[in-house]
Structure formats: structure tokens, C-alpha cells
T-cell receptor
């Protein structure tokens, strides 16, 4: 199984809502990532988890809160988002962090903030 | 010249022709490079990778060339097919750091 599964595929939320994005992989990977992708732009790194610990936070606003409950799951909790946060949110995994390994990506959650 | 960030560079080719997509990377310390293909509504899909101790690597219908002197990476697709139409991203990994993506190129294959 070389799949990274993300749910939901689409999400529409208001600026006062709280929602969560979910990501799951069963490849035994110990590194998991959140990327944000705006239309016609490359993915931008948000967070990196290594062995279930947050190792990189790319100065992401606190209205985005990541969580790694176990080595297979990664969540992104959303609260008080702004319309400019509308984007495709991609989860990825790799066998380890620190470079030199390909990332496996999910299909993403297309988020619209109204 | 190109207006950075306003639109993706595009490449349009005829079906059956060869395609060459170019990428300039920024970090001379990068030692691992990947090409990803992204179709509409999907996540990036791995195509081919190359490490800095190589200058060429071939896959099925694809070849990646690495020129470390000028920090340039290219992806060659042989006998391009309509299913190859997508956005292609190069990505680099500086040693000890995590993956960063280049701007991307939209490939359109005309039947």
C-alpha cells in the first residue's frame, strides 16, 4: 500500500468555524508533512513531523494547529481561518526527514473559507 | 520575460514529440532532486529522482539531467502522450533539510 489518504476531499467553512483535516498512511513512514498549495503555485511546506514529534513549523499562523496522534495519522485543526487561507492542503509522508527521500502525497483537501 | 507568480510557465507540444521541461534550483547544497507530476484535483505524483553524485538518470520514457555547475535540472519526456498533460514541479532537498518545490511548468499535449 503506497497510498496517503486525505479526508475530506472538499471543505467549505466560515471564518468562525472549527474543522479538522485528516491524513493517514500505512507505509510505515515515520515522517509526515503538511503543505499548502494556492492555485497555479507550488506546494509550500507548513509543518513536518518526525517520529510523531513536530520538527518544523514554517512560521504558520496559530489558527492552524497540527497533531500527530500516532505514526499513521496526521491531523490539521483549523480555527478562525481567513478567506486567504483558501487553498489545497496536501499531506505527504516519507520514510524519514532530513532530505534525500521521496515524498508520497495524498490527493489533498480543497478548502474554501467564506 | 516571465512575470513571476502570476501564471505558470507553459509548454505546448504535439503528441508523439519529445518534451523538455527545465528547472533552475536555488541551493548549491541540495543533493537530492525530484520531478513530480500534478494533474488537476490531485496531489503531486513522483516521476523520477536523481542524487547529486549523478548527472543523468533514465526511467520509463523519462530522463532527468542534472547540471550542478549552473544549478539546472531538466526532465525529458519521450513520445509525449495526452496523458502527460499536467503541471510538472521540480523539487530539491538541501542536505539535512526538507523538500522545497520550484515554480512548476504546465505541459499541454496537442493531439
Amino acid at each position: 500500500d503506497t497510498e496517503v489518504t486525505q479526508t475530506p476531499k472538499h471543505l467549505v467553512m466560515g471564518m468562525t468555524n472549527k474543522k479538522s483535516l485528516k491524513c493517514e498512511q500505512h507505509m510505515g513512514h515515520r515522517a509526515m508533512y503538511w503543505y499548502k498549495q494556492k492555485a497555479k503555485k507550488p506546494p509550500e511546506l507548513m509543518f513536518v513531523y518526525s517520529y510523531e514529534k513536530l520538527s518544523i513549523n514554517e512560521s504558520v499562523p496559530s489558527r492552524f494547529s497540527p497533531e500527530c496522534p500516532n505514526s499513521s495519522l496526521l491531523n490539521l485543526h483549523l480555527h478562525a481561518l481567513q478567506p486567504e487561507d483558501s487553498a489545497l492542503y496536501l499531506c505527504a509522508s516519507s520514510s524519514r526527514t532530513g532530505g534525500g527521500e521521496k515524498l508520497f502525497f495524498g490527493s489533498g483537501t480543497q478548502l474554501s473559507v467564506l | 520575460g516571465e512575470s513571476v507568480g502570476l501564471h505558470l510557465p507553459t509548454l505546448s507540444v504535439q503528441e508523439g514529440d519529445n518534451s523538455i521541461i527545465n528547472c533552475a534550483y536555488s541551493n548549491s547544497a541540495s543533493d537530492y532532486f525530484i520531478w513530480y507530476k500534478q494533474e488537476s484535483g490531485k496531489g503531486p505524483q513522483f516521476i523520477i529522482d536523481i542524487r547529486s553524485n549523478m548527472d543523468k538518470r533514465q526511467g520509463q520514457r523519462v530522463t532527468v539531467l542534472l547540471n550542478k555547475t549552473v544549478k539546472h535540472l531538466s526532465l525529458q519526456i519521450a513520445a509525449t502522450q495526452p496523458g502527460d498533460s499536467a503541471v510538472y514541479f521540480c523539487a530539491e532537498t538541501p542536505y539535512g533539510n526538507d523538500m522545497r518545490f520550484g515554480a512548476g511548468t504546465r505541459l499541454t499535449v496537442k493531439p
